[in-house]
């Protein structure tokens, strides 16, 4: 039996990464190019332009290069659905994991780094998706900000976000701060 619920006034209903599992299955989505769960909402995102993927493609190839290199079983992986809670399940435009994704959504607690790429969505990232992979445990968090010339590089997640963050312009080499010596050239992303 459902349990019924009370409300004084209209509410969204937020839906679980379960629900939003069985609505993909289905092709709920399918006549859009990309969505993600956060806080129980389905968002849609836009197209990724040249500008967009060229950035996302380079850092991607820079941070595989470099994980191989480590050789601590971390690998560099593009826009697979993350579970971060039972109501969110986005899909970083990068993120490095400790598990080669097999079935399913990416577990988060797998997750060593996050990246996004900004070029139209910087209140967004900084802003819901920074809180979002916080309260997730994601440990480090960047965002390309391809219009500032920066990546904002976030770490020690909080209630309510990263606690420590800097910036570091683009053309100028970023270091993790939670995975020793791991790093990338951000020379020519922009």
Not at 128 to 147: F, H, S, T
């Amino acid at each position: 039996m459902t349990a019924q619920i009370s409300l004084t006034k209209p509410s969204p209903a937020r839906l679980t990464v379960e629900d939003f599992m069985v609505l993909e299955q289905a092709g709920a989505f399918a006549d859009y190019a990309k969505t993600e769960l956060i806080d129980g909402v389905i968002y849609v995102v836009n197209a990724q332009f040249s500008e967009h993927m060229m950035t996302k493609v380079r850092l991607l190839r820079r941070l595989a290069d470099a994980c191989d290199a480590l050789g601590a079983g971390l690998e560099a992986w593009s826009e697979g659905a993350v579970a971060l809670g039972p109501r969110n399940l986005p899909e970083p435009d990068i993120f490095v994991t400790s598990r080669t994704p097999t079935t399913g959504p990416v577990p988060g607690q797998t997750i060593m780094l996050v990246v996004e790429v900004s070029d139209t969505t910087r209140t967004f990232d900084l802003g819901k998706k920074a809180r979002l992979y916080a309260g997730g445990g994601v440990p480090e968090y960047w965002v390309v900000d391809l219009a500032g010339g920066k990546l904002h590089q976030m770490w020690s997640p909080g209630t309510k976000g990263y606690v420590e963050k800097r910036e570091v312009a683009l053309g100028e080499r970023i270091e993790a701060v939670t995975i020793a010596g791991l790093g990338a050239e951000t020379a020519g992303l922009n």
